[in-house]
Each structure stands twice: as C-alpha cells, then as structure tokens.
C-alpha cells in the first residue's frame, strides 16, 4: 500500500438515471489536489456550491446515503464512494448535474472500470495518513439486532454476516482481507430489494429509476401468474419469471452476491469517515443508519484521539511569528474586543495562537463575582479571531479586509477556563479556503488539557464593500 495519497490522472463521465428520483444524471470525476479528499460540486445550480462527503452532514438513510451542505443535497452516494476507497484514491472532484448519483447497474462495477480507465496519480506531496485503532470501537442497535465492531488490526479488513430469515438467502458471508481485493471480489455485487417491498416502494415513489438492469429481486414466496404479469408492465418487460428465487433471469455474479453488496456499502458509507483507517470490521445484519451511526462515532474517536496527540507546544522563550502589534494591524478587532495575543504557528492548513487570561479582563466582572470563568461565547471569539489570521495570511493587504463570523458547529465546553490560564487556540482547515470562506476545526488547549473545540466558518471581505 502507497504511503502517499493518490488521486485519478484523467477525468472521467459516466450518464445514467437515479434510482429514487428517476432523473437523469451526468456525473464528471476530476482529479483534486492533496487532502480534498472526496468532494461533491452541484453544477446544476447557481454558484456550483459543494457538498463534503462527511458522515456528519448525513441527512437521510432511507433507501440510501444522502449528504446535504448549506441546503444542498447529494444522494446515493455510496456506490460511487466505495469505488473511490476500492481503487484506493483519496482526493477527486465530484461534478453532478443533478441530486442523485447514477445508480448504474446497481453495484461499483462501472465505478471502478472508469476510475482504471482515468488511470491513478500519486500525490507525492501529500503523505497518507492512516489511523490505526488502539481499541475495540463497536455499535450495537438493539431493536434491530445489528452489530458492528472495528478492532485494531494492520489493514482494512471487512467481515459481513446477513440474515434475513430468507429460505432463498438464508445466512450469507462476505469478507475481504485487504482493501485491494475489493475490485475483484466486492465491486461488482449489486444492490437488492425482497418482491414484498417493490410495491410500497413504488407506491411511495422512491423507485421512480430502478428497473430489473440495476437491482436483484428476490422472491422468497410463491408469486401468481397475475402478479408476474403486473410486475411486468411496472418493469416495462414483455415477461418475467422467477428463477432460483430471483425475479431477474440474471445469473448471479458471485454466489453470495446479496452479502457482497452490504459489505460494498460498508466501504461506501464509512468513507464518510474521512480518513483512511486500519482496522478489522465485523458487521451483523448492517444497513445504512447503522453504519453512519458507526462511522460518526470511529470519526469522533479519531478526532478525539488527534486533539489529544497534536496538542501544539507552547514555549514562552520563543518568539512569536506574529506579536500583539502584528495581530493589531491584521485583524480588524480592537481593544477591548482582541482575544489573540500571540501566533505561534502558521501554515497553508493551520494556525495556532495564544491568549493569556487575566482577572483584569472586563468582562470578569459579571462573569462571575467570586467565581471568575471565561464565557464559553468568548473562547469560540478567540478562536475565530486566531482563524481569521490564518484567512488573511492569503491576501497581501490584511488591513484593508474584515473577518466574519458566518457559523458555529458542534460547540463542546469541557473544562472551565478561569484567570491565570493561558489558551492554546489550535485552528485547523476542514476544506481549502474558497473566495474568502474558511472551515475550520478549532480547539483551546491548556497545558495538555482538552478545554473547547468546535467547527467554525469565517469569511473575509474587502472593507470597501460597506
């Protein structure tokens, strides 16, 4: 396995239907730069606005994974995400000229023949950075008896056990022992549905594009003559027959291809992580709400586990790379409203800035008497302060542009900050920074205590605009 991250040499298009909204789609994968990771571009809509594939902005998990940014949706996404982590690349752009991912024949098959068509690039710049567990991460819904564990382990190993109480499933297993078997082995698997769900699902509308050419049927009862003809006309088929239990007269392409597909939406939905991970994953009964639910809590557990590795060092001694008359002149907050006193750290990707808490702050005052904290409103001011460095340090004339405060995002106050501290204000880049916007993923530090974090958007405009 490369230990620098890859991305497609060539773009590439592929047309087809979605299968919930029945619309045509075109979908283009461009190559991306370094840790874009995977990203998603409505062209059909003004502005061209993204959408991040990130199991927090799952929205729906119903017949599929939906993501939705600032309003915008993209659906069905995981066939196409379990193609990119099968083919192992790491950052591309995602154009689609409409909400749903094509469903194609229902697998990653047609994914995965275009991304080795387009070829693979290393990126050598970028180094990749697996997260190897240190223990056992599991997810247990009780209600519908589904299981999932991830255990430490030195690769990307999946094991999938389905049991639908089917007599023409029965109990099916699926495993790969290394993420390059899955073009091989998992990639062509296609999606499935039971005959009994076909016409509640139509009914409700949410097939309007699926057809016999993109999803295994199966039939587990006897079906009349009459209901055979009825689902012909639905399919647009002059005859369909039942055939070792499924509706299609397709043969199956593996003999275990139902649990090969849920193993595939593994792959898909835990993309959504964000970051490559090794570990051994045991998956019982898994649908999507499960594995989203499993990926946001692996993905809290990574970022808690690098809050607490990448606390920044401060050392009193060294010289700041901005000092408090070169914070005045960048950032357009003024006494008594400037939360930053140092910038210790800068980069393309992450700030680090300090600021010394002292009792003659005025707001201690009524914050409390007899009991000085820092208002938690205060620490996220001073976070987004320390990031609006980081966004002014692209533009040569910092003085002449406003920070704005656009959002705030999964806000945790852990510990109390009280004078005498001295908050370590780490900002880190969550996406790169486009015509002013800026992502972030913010963190204060004392010592090497975790006190506040929270995703932050920040915009800068020119002064003259107001």
Known sequence: MGTFQQTIKRPFTLSGVGVHTGKSVNLTVRPASGNNGYLFKRIDIDGAPTVKADADLVVDVSRGTTLMQHGVKVSTVEHLLAALVGCEIDNVLIDLDSQEVPIMDGSSGMFVDAIVDAGVEEQTDFQKEYFCLSKNISFYDRQNNVELIAMPADEYQITVMI?????????????????????????????????????????????????????????????????????????????????????????????????????????????????????????????????????????????????????????????????IRKIERSLPHKYPFLLVDKIIEISDRHVVGIKNVTFNENFFQGHFPGNPVMPAVLQIEAMAQTGGILVLHTVDDPENWDTYFLKIDKARFKNKVVPGDTMILKLELLSPIRRGLCEMHGTVYVGNKLMTEADLVAKIVRKEQF
Do not use: W
């Open 163 to 323: 049991d639908y109480n089917s007599p023409v499933l029965g109990q099916q297993h699926a495993t790969v022992d290394h993420i390059s078997q899955f073009k091989k082995e998992i990639a062509e698997a296609r999606t499935f549905c039971f005959l009994h769900e076909i016409e509640n699902l139509v009914d409700s509308n949410l097939i309007r594009g699926g057809s016999l050419d993109n999803a295994l049927v199966i039939v587990d009862h006897k079906i009349e003559a009459n209901q055979l003809k009825k689902l012909a006309t639905l399919f647009n088929r002059d005859d369909i027959e039942v055939e070792e239990g499924y509706l299609n007269n397709v043969a199956l392409r593996y003999q275990n291809e139902p649990a090969r597909h849920k193993l595939l939406d593994i792959v898909g939905d835990l993309a959504l992580i964000g970051t490559p991970i090794k570990a051994k994953i045991l998956a019982t009964r898994p649908g999507h709400s499960a594995n989203i639910e499993f990926a946001k809590k692996i993905k809290k557990f990574i970022r808690e586990s690098k809050n607490m590795k990448d606390i920044p060092t401060y050392d009193p001694n060294q010289q700041p790379l901005f000092d």
